[in-house]
């Protein structure tokens, strides 16, 4: 029995360090994907040149975060068979076609056509070299709903029925796994996340480079101008994301309260029924044992975030355990997650979320108000805004101090929500590996020896470890030196350039 825990801990802990890993590189290649296809289209409809080197510039930056998303997506798929082969037996059926689909439909898409975007900057006309990115960024977004398609179904089962022969789940409905309520919500409040996140990063390295302008480190006009119109942008798509992201959340807590009442119980550590029921904004104490010592809250919030309403009954844990308990056997105490981890981590994912969107919506304001990247007059195209502030000196030095580094701060926020986000929702399903059908410890793979699974996992981790240094050690690197503004955007109507004299005596790339 020790033994099955023990291989259970250690398969869920690597799962665990990878999704989160690999969770990090992809709201901001979802992002950066429909950004830059954003700033390229900008470009070819106005020609301006700020358009054409900001895409080239972020373009860089979404290389970066795809290609390593890519090689710790790849891990994440094959530990469904290293670590969890009696959950991929039972529900694989069900579960790998919304993967198969994702990688033979949108991954396929995705790889083909960045490569094209890639090397045809000088081969291709504008406008198809335009529509090459366009693609990609619409195969992100499949990829994403593909993957969430596959996700809702582990947090509601729908479209399957169980063989009676092998006691497997068969697909039976492709359509209720890739379309019900759960999947559509949960890839709205995905996106819009995700796109706050690439937001909020474009955001902190703009200012970077526009707060080394205000000290007289940077004097590039043009990239001085790439990044101001930059920050810009990223400062409206923020607000707009975060709005998004909080209206989808408040759907998703009512689909969530609907489906997996204990989990919504666990967010707030709810321990005994309330009608209605209050949320609780932060305590100090033992969550674990319902009794804190200093709570605030906020009276009926929590129903209405439940149901819609001030009045509604929110069943609390205890209530909820006793009744799986009675409909699948075992103890009451069986079926409550760690409230500590989902109390928590629901509370810190609303507030880096939340974090971001307000410093957007400030910084709108304060551009609105002429207190922050007012220009004194309209700048053109060589020639750089002037970032003065306001005639008050004390205010002008208050913004000054703090605007810039706030901004740069807050680059990270929305990462750690992401985080928190998928941590409160896989720990808050427990002990379910599939709602209602199967639990967590039935899905471990008998046969992955511990010794296995532990050096496996420190590998992992040390590789990830690895990989991290040389992730920011190349975001840093490209970062710092910023948009090349000396280079020349191609002509509107490229030529395929053949094979020259120069080129005959070289080897071939590829041979057949």
Request: charged residues 15%; proline residues 4%.
């Amino acid at each position: 029995m020790e033994l099955a825990i023990a291989h259970e801990t250690i398969a869920r802990w690597q799962f665990g360090i990878t999704t989160v890993y690999h969770f990090l590189f992809v709201p901001l290649t979802i992002s950066l994907a429909m950004v830059v296809a954003g700033l390229e289209t900008a470009w070819v409809r106005t020609d301006r040149e700020k358009y054409f080197h900001a895409t080239k510039f972020w373009g860089k930056l979404f290389l970066i975060n795809i290609a390593m998303g890519v090689v710790t997506g790849i891990v994440q798929e094959f530990q469904f068979g290293m670590n969890w082969s009696r959950y991929s037996r039972f529900v694989g059926d069900v579960f790998g076609a919304p993967l198969a689909m994702e990688a033979l439909i949108a991954f396929f898409v995705e790889s083909v056509f960045i490569g094209v975007w890639i090397f045809g900057w000088d081969r291709l006309p504008r406008r198809i070299h335009c529509a090459c990115i366009w693609v990609v960024a619409v195969g992100t977004l499949l990829s994403a709903y593909f993957i969430l398609a596959a996700n809702s179904f582990m947090q509601h089962p729908v479209g399957y029925r169980i063989d009676s022969a092998t006691g497997k789940a068969q697909l039976t409905d492709i359509g209720r796994v890739l379309f019900q309520k759960t999947t559509l919500v949960v890839v709205f409040h995905t996106l819009t996340a995700a796109f706050l996140t690439g937001a909020a990063f474009m955001m902190g390295i703009a200012a970077w480079h526009l707060w080394r302008a205000r000290r007289g480190v940077e004097t590039d006009g043009k990239r001085i101008a790439v990044m101001h119109s930059s920050l810009r942008l990223a400062l409206v798509i923020a607000a707009v994301a975060g709005l998004g992201t909080a209206i989808s959340g408040d759907r998703l807590a009512k689909v969530m309260f609907e489906q997996q009442p204990m989990k919504m119980a666990a967010a707030e550590a709810l321990w005994d029924t309330q009608a209605p029921a209050p949320f609780s904004i932060f305590s100090v104490g033992d969550v674990n044992k319902g009794r804190n010592s200093v709570e605030w809250q906020i009276p009926a919030a929590l129903s209405f975030l439940a149901n819609g309403d001030l009045s509604s009954a929110v069943p609390g844990i205890n209530d909820v355990a006793r009744a799986q308990a009675a409909r699948f056997g075992g103890a009451p105490q069986d079926y409550i997650p760690q409230i500590f981890v989902t109390y928590w981590g629901f509370r810190l994912m609303i507030f880096f979320g939340m974090v971001s969107c307000a410093g957007a919506l400030l910084g709108l304001w304060l551009i609105r108000r002429r207190l922050w990247l007012a220009p004194e007059h309209r700048a053109g195209e060589d020639e750089p805004p002037k970032l003065m502030l306001t005639r008050d000196r004390e205010l002008n030095r208050f913004l000054t101090q703090w605007c810039w580094r706030l901004t740069i701060l807050t680059m990270g926020f929305p990462l750690l929500a992401n985080s928190f986000g998928w941590i409160f929702t896989e720990m808050g399903r427990q002990p379910w590996v599939v709602l209602h059908l199967m639990r967590t410890r039935d899905g471990s793979s008998p046969s992955a020896g511990l010794g296995t699974q532990t050096g496996s996992l420190i590998a992992l981790t040390v590789l990830y470890a690895v990989l991290a240094v040389i992730e920011v050690g190349l975001l840093v690197k490209y970062v710092k030196a910023g948009p090349d503004t000396a280079e020349r955007p191609p002509g509107k109507d490229p030529t395929w350039r053949g094979p020259s004299e120069e080129d005959a005596d070289k080897p071939l790339t590829i041979a057949y």
